[in-house]
């Protein structure tokens, strides 16, 4: 059997609570991006099949796009790609370029892409905790702040003591 014969590549396009709105990707206009995929021919001319997802699991990574390989990819050696954050215009078209090449297992990933490679396993990355130094440090300004506002709210001795002189004065004239 054929390439031309066999099954395409195919993609599963996330599309739940994360993935697609506005509220998490926001400047994307995720309808025409949807239907943009949902255009990608392959070599042999053949439509791409597109589904959606409600949910991949690796919200953090939305946008979140699955490129199952073609019947000759996998005979090739080939898996799913998984690919995140896939919200910019030139990343939809290495995808485009990448499957009408062949896809997973019969076409290179293209360099644009490789940052975007993930997996359904994938861990959000945790925050970077501030060293302890960084922390004592903070504390220390916070106290020295403290400091100067409660030394700014005392009255100031010396200038008490040139009021009185002033009144002293004032009263010798007299």
């Known amino acids: 059997m054929g390439d031309i014969d066999g099954q395409p590549c195919r993609l599963t396009v996330c599309r739940g609570c994360c993935c697609g709105t506005k509220k998490k990707v926001p ?3 995720h ?3 949807l239907a943009r995929l949902s255009a990608i021919d392959d070599h042999a001319g053949r439509t791409v099949p597109v589904r959606t997802s409600k949910c991949l699991g690796i919200c953090f990574q939305a946008n979140v796009v699955v490129v199952q390989p073609s ?3 996998r005979t090739a050696g080939a898996g799913p790609v998984w690919l995140g954050e896939m919200t910019e215009d030139r990343l939809l078209d290495a995808l485009d370029d990448w499957i009408f ?3 997973p297992g019969l076409a290179p ?3 644009v892409l490789a940052d975007h490679v993930t997996s359904k396993n994938a861990k959000k990355p945790k925050k970077r905790k501030k060293p302890k130094k960084a922390k004592a440090a903070k504390k220390e300004r916070k106290k020295a702040k403290e400091r100067k506002a409660e030394k700014a709210s005392r009255p100031s001795k010396k200038k008490d003591g040139d009021k009185r002189k002033k009144r002293e004065k004032k ?3 007299k």
């Open 101 to 103: 090449a062949g896809g």
């Open 109 to 111: 990933l293209p360099e």
């Open 171 to 173: 009263k010798r004239k």
């Open 27 to 29: 400047g994307v206009d």
């Open 31 to 33: 309808k025409a991006q």
């Open 71 to 73: 019947r000759a990819g």
